[in-house]
């Protein structure tokens, strides 16, 4: 499995982003797909993440910004992300897990908020 994100760059606060992630086979295939941030010196976090029902998942410090969304046609998963702030500044990593939970991991796409 291969995951391509792309999307990330400089934005100022308060405006907007959307990351893509796209995965080399069915979205079906997934039991969940996700978007994690990292910033150096500490852990990777979950940000949101979307099963294969559309069942969605924020952390609290995105609810009512950021939007997952998945697109079945083009095996896509998007990361829509609003009202930007500077604590958002990371690099994001798209992650996908299977049915029989094997993990696999996209390569990191920056996204920097200036103020």
């Known amino acids: 499995v291969q995951l391509q994100a792309s999307g990330g760059g400089l934005v100022q606060a308060g405006g907007s982003l959307r990351l893509s992630c796209a995965a080399s086979?069915?979205?079906?295939?997934?039991?969940?797909m996700g978007w994690y941030r990292q910033v150096p010196g500490n852990q990777r976090e979950l940000v949101a993440s979307?099963?294969?029902?559309?069942?969605?998942n924020y952390v609290d410090s995105v609810k009512g910004r950021f939007t997952i969304s998945r697109d079945n046609a083009r095996n896509t998963v998007y990361l829509q992300m609003n009202s930007l702030k500077s604590e958002d500044a990371a690099v994001y990593y798209c992650?996908?897990?299977?049915?029989?939970?094997?993990?696999?991991w996209g390569q990191g796409t920056q996204v920097t908020v200036s103020s």
């Open positions: 992650n996908t897990r299977t049915f029989d939970t094997r993990s696999y």
């Open positions: 086979e069915s979205l079906f295939r997934f039991a969940t």
């Open positions: 979307i099963t294969s029902g559309g069942i969605t």
